[in-house]
């Protein structure tokens, strides 16, 4: 984050000398940035204007209805989408700073093991979302016979985020510099007392920032769903970790595939109330990183 | 303390913000033994059943037993009927291993299904709820193709014609040089099955350089936009989208049929007029909420289809559902 006022005050010293070239560059970051901002506003617009009258409580007061579609709602969909999220916020996020603290601070990076932990940590990342549904369904669906539940939705994007967590949690852990752990143990603190008193505190805005952007990427998973054979069409609330479930993306893919016009409109309410969730989600971890965040 | 604290805000951030919409139902959070065992009930009285029935399979057949399991809602409530899309194949898959109670199906069950259930000594019987037409698009602009034999959909369709007929003259020389677009199911799909079996001859013979899609509307758009194009799915996505797009007549030998309500109950559109099935296993009837459903779901089936817009039986296929029904509750 103190990158970025740095490039500002060294464009302002630049472009005196070099006035021209600046200039050009300066054009083609703002295009590059203008792009992905067109692109959000037109899904923004699209989506708004298609499904604008179908913005009521109905959506979130009603049960999704293949006969009446234009009083159906999403509200199976927002339970489930919920649910699995918790779950998954539960399982994920404090196994993965875990294995972050572990990787960065006790972790000896020269053994074969620790090396192998980090390359396939970072292969994870990379992993399509598929090939975890795929694994849910055959591991934990079937072996483990958690069948197609809120449990087996939640492990398996558990593991799907696990990675991305990791790995921002420890960017953030490796942020804070060496000096203040120099500092604790001179001071005659233990490695824990290091960690957990001056290396989390500090690192809280990254860990936080990383986390929910990793579950916001969850929330909009449908693939692992998909292969995972969560119900699309249904009308209950989950009442368990052991009940079936649907998700939200899930049943937008269903509305759309649907052959009436009024699913259609439906699904762009549906995409509006998850995108809403989304922002919801993002603006939470800017303010975590805007209310701890510390200078060094 | 006090970053003990702070970190354990931060790790609970994202649950919290989330928690804090879905508060509603956090007290039940605590019993996940309840789903379970509500299943075993013992009930046997028909005033309040209980318990969730596992239904997937075919997405043609989902929105008709989704209808089926929201009108039976209204009068049992407390059973929750959870239905799927994964398609025929992906439903029979998870119907054999055990994993739902009924499976959808716009095709009957292979063989090989059929011993991955015998495997497992899954029971089931084929019950047909619906019938459906599988209509043959081209849009508006076009306007030769009004009538096609099966001869012509197979000279269109079948794996010989892969870059070879690409355009309509290739079908018959009396259409227009118009460069040839196919739209077409995926190949997971029951329709995609049925018309191959019926047109090509073999089910899943298909050539494969056609534009696939698991979502119906895809292909509606992608016959309405091309003049050359030409596609296939079932009858109700023709009535929604009839501003866009005729309906070719299909000529099996006896005259030029168009796909209808009529011409698909009576049997007269063939060989494109299909029936629509679930499967319940025979286990799965014994559970009272399951009996419950069926029984309701077979005595309002014509009432169900109109409501989901699906083409009901006539009174000889009616009658035929409700013995086989009978048969399956007393084995």
Redesign the interface.
């Known amino acids: 984050m103190a990158v970025l006022s740095t490039p500002k005050s060294a464009v302002q010293l630049a472009s005196k000398g070099r006035p021209l070239k600046e200039h050009l560059f300066r054009i083609a970051l703002l295009s590059s940035l203008a792009i992905a901002l067109i692109f959000l506003g037109m899904l923004l617009i699209y989506t708004l204007e298609e499904g604008w009258g179908r913005l009521n409580p109905m959506l979130w007061e009603n049960m999704p209805s293949i006969r009446r579609p234009e009083t159906a709602g999403i509200q199976s969909g927002i339970f489930g989408t919920l649910w699995i999220i918790s779950l998954t916020a539960l399982m994920a996020l404090p196994t993965g700073i875990l294995a972050a603290i572990y990787l960065e601070e006790y972790a000896d990076r020269g053994r074969w093991y620790n090396k192998i932990i980090e390359l396939n940590i970072s292969n994870l990342a990379a992993v399509p979302s598929i090939v975890y549904g795929i694994l849910g369904l055959g591991i934990i669906a079937r072996w483990l016979q958690f069948g197609f539940t809120v449990m087996t939705g939640a492990i398996t994007i558990s593991l799907l985020v696990l990675p991305i967590v990791i790995i921002s949690a420890r960017e953030a852990i490796r942020a804070v510099p060496p000096s203040i752990r120099e500092g604790s143990l001179a001071l005659g603190a233990t490695q824990w007392q290091t960690i957990w008193r001056q290396v989390l505190p500090a690192s809280i805005p990254g860990i936080a920032t990383g986390s929910i952007l990793a579950l916001s990427r969850a929330i909009g998973e449908a693939a692992p769903f998909l292969m995972l054979g969560a119900a699309t069409l249904v009308r209950f609330n989950p009442e368990g970790v052991w009940s079936s479930f649907t998700v939200l993306p899930l049943q937008i893919y269903n509305f759309i595939s649907q052959s009436r016009e009024e699913f259609h409109v439906l699904a762009a309410a549906a995409i509006v109330v998850l995108l809403a969730i989304l922002l919801v989600m993002n603006s939470v971890a800017i303010w975590l990183r805007n209310r701890y965040q510390k200078r060094w | 303390m006090k970053?003990?604290g702070?970190?354990a805000a931060?790790?609970?951030?994202?649950?919290l913000?989330?928690?804090a919409?879905?508060g509603g139902?956090a007290g039940?959070?605590a019993?996940?033994?309840?789903?379970?065992a509500a299943s075993e009930g013992a009930e046997t009285a028909p005033a309040a059943l209980s318990g969730?029935i596992?239904?997937?399979g075919s997405?043609t057949v989902?929105?008709l037993t989704?209808?089926a399991?929201?009108?039976f809602?209204e009068e049992q409530p407390t059973v929750?009927?959870?239905?799927?899309?994964?398609g025929t194949g992906?439903g029979f898959e998870?119907f054999c291993?055990g994993?739902t109670d009924v499976s959808d199906a716009s095709r009957p069950i292979k063989d090989e299904e059929k011993a991955n259930c015998a495997a497992k000594s899954i029971n089931f019987s084929e019950l047909t709820v619906a019938v459906d037409a599988l209509t043959v698009v081209v849009p508006k602009e076009n306007t030769w193709a009004t009538c096609l034999t099966v001869d012509q959909l197979k000279k269109a369709w079948e794996p010989a014609a892969e870059g070879k007929v690409m355009s309509w003259k290739d079908i018959d020389g009396k259409f227009p040089d118009e460069p040839l677009k196919l739209y077409g199911p995926g190949t997971d799909s029951g329709t995609f099955d049925y018309f191959t079996g019926e047109v090509n001859g073999e089910e899943g013979a298909s050539r494969k350089d056609y534009s696939p899609s698991?979502?119906?509307?895809d292909i509606v758009n992608g016959v309405a936009g091309a003049k050359g194009g030409l596609g296939y799915f079932g009858f109700?996505?023709f009535?929604?989208?009839m501003d866009k797009l005729n309906a070719v007549q299909i000529d099996s030998g006896s005259g030029c049929v168009t796909p209808s309500v009529e011409t698909a109950q009576n049997g007269t559109y063939t060989p494109l007029s299909r029936p629509l099935f679930i499967y319940p296993s025979t286990a799965a009837v014994k559970r009272p909420e399951v009996a419950a459903f069926l029984d309701f779901y077979v005595a309002n089936i014509n009432s169900i289809a109109k409501?989901?817009?699906f083409i009901p039986l006539n009174a000889e296929q009616e009658a035929k559902l409700k013995s086989d029904l009978t048969a399956l509750k007393a084995s």
């Open positions: 970053y003990a702070r970190l931060v790790t609970l951030a994202g649950v913000s989330l928690a919409c879905g139902d039940t959070e019993e996940p033994g309840a789903t379970t969730e596992k239904i997937d997405s989902a929105p989704q209808a399991a929201e009108i809602g929750k009927i959870a239905v799927g899309t994964s992906g998870k291993a994993e698991e979502n119906d509307n109700t996505y009535e929604e989208n409501d989901a817009k």
